[in-house]
């Protein structure tokens, strides 16, 4: 006898994740993706790490974003088209897969739209965390689309933040975030410009839509002690910070190659010193050595915290027994004989299927309630 690991996958649709994340909370998810990346960043060096592979147009640019330890292979799809919302399309739109290193089979597609904003949000809090005064409390929110709610919960709930100040060149936007954080319990002032919205902020998080060389922070706004979580500028020809403020301060990245490419630092020689943020975390590397140093964490976005969500939603799905199964890959017979899948199949439920595995090293509760969302669970076969 010997056993067969399904090709099933389990499939996460965007109904599936805004259902776990109500049933959760967003602060309970905010901060166990936080756990997830903080827990991955300390694993670093176990990653086969890349830049992210990118297709630039006029308009906009989609990338995937691959990573891999010695058990799972991750990838996101993801875009960033500033004049989608013209359109009623998002900027950002994203989806990803979890796959099994030593088969290949994917074991989970799920969207990573809603997912892509927590964990942003989650990340930058992380950043902040790590490299912001402790005793900050107010901040400055510059762009106030798709990501903001989640960069000011995350901000709350795992920095501390208690007041916002924001600005966005849509008035709409604004209200928009006004209303959706009407219950947050934060204090919130809406600014005329960013100068306004800046002033006197602990931490200033840009987080607009523009391809092009903005310059939504210049040196003038930023005062000792502040930190800037730059989100928005995120591929080449597309930046927020004017190049002084980076000069002034002390700057950390995620991971440096692709940072060097797409984040604020693009504008500088690439002999300009930056910090990984995982070698703070890791204590290898100062983050604040003082309480008048100017720090910036220049976020892009990592495939690392995208195998981090990935991984966080998985294990909620699994738990809450969300998602279904997907025929993706051609289940054979003779895994030689592909020809044979074009014969008419049998409906499903009546073939023989092997063992439902979706998630090989989860064990217990959660593995049982996979099986029973996805179907029932056989094994073995005559060899
Ligand atoms: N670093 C990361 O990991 C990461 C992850 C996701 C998104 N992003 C980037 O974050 C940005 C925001 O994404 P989103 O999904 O919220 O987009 P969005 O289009 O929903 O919102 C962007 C907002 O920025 C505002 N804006 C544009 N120019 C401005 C200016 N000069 N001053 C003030 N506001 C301005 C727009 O009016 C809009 O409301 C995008 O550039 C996206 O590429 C980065």
Redesign the pocket.
């Known amino acids: 006898m010997k056993t067969i690991t399904t090709l099933d996958t389990l499939f996460l649709s965007a109904p599936d994740v805004a259902g776990i994340v109500r049933r959760k909370g967003v602060k309970a998810c905010l901060i166990g993706i936080a756990d997830n990346i903080h827990a991955d960043f300390l694993r670093w060096e176990s990653f086969d790490k890349s830049a992210r592979v990118a297709a630039h147009s006029s308009v906009g640019v989609i990338e995937l974003m691959p990573i891999a330890d010695d058990q799972t292979f991750a990838f996101k799809y993801v875009n960033?088209h500033?004049n989608?919302?013209r359109f009623a399309l998002?900027?950002?739109m994203a989806f990803g897969v979890l796959a099994d290193v030593a088969t290949g089979v994917p074991r989970l597609l799920s969207e990573l739209t809603l997912s892509?904003?927590l964990r942003?949000a989650a990340?930058s809090a992380l950043g902040a965390r790590t490299l912001a005064r402790k005793s900050s409390r107010c901040m400055a929110l510059?762009?106030?689309?798709?990501?903001?709610e989640f960069q000011a919960l995350a901000f709350q709930h795992l920095v501390g933040i208690r007041e916002l100040r924001l600005?966005?060149?849509?008035l709409a936007?604004t209200a928009k975030l006004v209303h959706n954080l009407r219950s947050s319990g934060l204090a919130i002032r809406v600014c005329s410009n960013?100068a306004e919205a800046v002033r006197g902020a602990d931490i200033v998080t840009t987080?607009?839509?523009?391809k092009r060389n903005?310059v939504?922070i210049s040196p003038e706004m930023i005062e000792p002690g502040m930190h800037v979580n730059g989100?928005?500028?995120?591929?080449p020809g597309?930046t927020e910070l004017h190049a002084d403020v980076l000069r002034g301060a002390s700057v950390f990245v995620e991971y440096e190659p692709q940072t060097r490419i797409e984040g604020e630092i693009q504008q500088l020689p690439a002999d300009f010193p930056v910090t990984e943020l995982w070698q703070v975390l890791a204590g290898n590397r100062a983050g604040r050595t003082g309480d008048a140093q100017v720090t910036v964490f220049d976020?892009?976005?990592f495939a690392l915290?995208d195998y981090a969500v990935l991984r966080f939603m998985r294990d909620a799905a699994l738990e809450l027994g969300v998602g279904q199964r997907l025929e993706l890959i051609p289940e054979l017979a003779d895994p030689k004989d592909l020809f044979a899948s074009l014969a008419e199949q049998p409906q499903r439920g009546t073939h023989d299927r092997s063992r439902v595995d979706l998630e090989v090293r989860t064990q217990g509760s959660p593995r049982v309630a996979a099986a029973k969302a996805v179907g029932a669970e056989r094994d073995t076969t005559p060899a």
Not at 142 to 148: D, E, L, P, R, V
């Open positions: 960033g500033p989608n919302t998002p900027t950002v892509t904003a942003t990340m510059i762009g106030n689309g798709a990501q903001s600005f966005d060149t849509d936007a960013t987080v607009t839509a523009d903005a939504i989100v928005g500028g995120d591929c597309k976020s892009v976005g915290e």
